[in-house]
Nanobody
Framework: QVQLVESGGGLVQAGGSLRLSCAAS????????MGWFRQAPGKEREFVAAFSWSGGSTYYADSVKGRFTISRYNGKNTVYLQMNSLKPEDTAVYYCAEFRVPSARAEDVGYWGQGTQVTVSS
C-alpha cells in the first residue's frame, strides 16, 4: 500500500523556519515525481514546489520563491521542504504529493499525504 507521510509541521513565529519531511513507502518511488501543496482555511489547495522531471531543477510558486527550498534523498524515498522567513500567510496544511505526469496541478496528483499543519504567528 502506497503511503506518503509528512512530518515537521508546527507553530513558529513570523521570520522563523521549519523543515517538512515526506517519507514514501509501499513501492519504489522516483522522488523527482514528488512535490508539495498547501491549503489554507477557506481556500483551494495550491501548488508550492516540485522538481523538474527532465533534469535537476526545481520550481516554486511565486509566493514562496526565494524562501522555500525543495530537496530529496533518493536512498530514503524522502522529500523535504525547507521553509525560511515564514510569514503568517504561509499558515496552512501542507501536503506531500506524487504526480502522475509532469505538472504543478492538483488534478495531476496520484497520491497525497495526510497533511501536516504549519501555523505562523505574527
Amino acid at each position: 500500500q502506497v503511503q506518503l507521510v509528512e512530518s515537521g509541521g508546527g507553530l513558529v513565529q513570523a521570520g522563523g523556519s521549519l523543515r517538512l519531511s515526506c517519507a514514501a513507502s509501499g513501492r519504489t518511488f522516483s522522488t523527482y515525481r514528488m512535490g508539495w501543496f498547501r491549503q489554507a482555511p477557506g481556500k483551494e489547495r495550491e501548488f508550492v514546489a516540485a522538481f523538474s522531471w527532465s533534469g535537476g531543477s526545481t520550481y516554486y510558486a511565486d509566493s514562496v520563491k526565494g524562501r522555500f527550498t525543495i530537496s530529496r534523498y533518493n536512498g530514503k524515498n524522502t522529500v523535504y521542504l525547507q521553509m525560511n522567513s515564514l510569514k503568517p500567510e504561509d499558515t496552512a496544511v501542507y501536503y506531500c504529493a506524487e504526480f502522475r505526469v509532469p505538472s504543478a496541478r492538483a488534478e495531476d496528483v496520484g497520491y497525497w499525504g495526510q497533511g501536516t499543519q504549519v501555523t505562523v504567528s505574527s
